[in-house]
């Protein structure tokens, strides 16, 4: 019956609608929050609930932007998210393989 319901949109139009609305919504929580600006990659990878090594992965990659300030390698957590979910849309099935 679901079914019925997506007639004539394409999947990929549906997830790309999907996560443009998630993205919408987490926006203003994001800049709004308390949360530092700059993380380390332990903190980062607990943010987006992936492991460490998977953050230097998709960093190496060019996935997700750093900074590197003096001998340590940051991130901004709302870039990184954003980085992903546009990694995401451009990914065949809508996830980012690893």
């Known amino acids: 019956m679901s079914s ?7 999947p990929d139009e549906l ?6 609305a998630v993205l919408d919504q987490i926006r203003p929580a994001l ?7 700059l ?5 980062m990878a607990r943010l987006a609930s992936i492991s460490p090594p998977m ?3 998709l960093r190496a990659a060019g996935t997700i932007p750093s900074v590197l300030a003096g ?3 940051l991130y901004r957590p709302d870039a990184v998210i954003e980085a992903l979910t546009a990694a995401t ?3 065949k099935g809508g996830a980012i393989n690893g």
């Open 71 to 73: 001998r340590r390698r």
């Open 31 to 37: 800049s709004e929050s308390s949360a530092p600006l």
């Open 15 to 20: 997830i790309d609608a999907i996560a443009a």
């Open 39 to 43: 993380v380390d990659r332990d903190e």
């Open 89 to 91: 849309r451009n990914e």
């Open 55 to 57: 953050v230097d992965k």
């Open 4 to 10: 019925l319901f997506l007639q004539g949109i394409a």
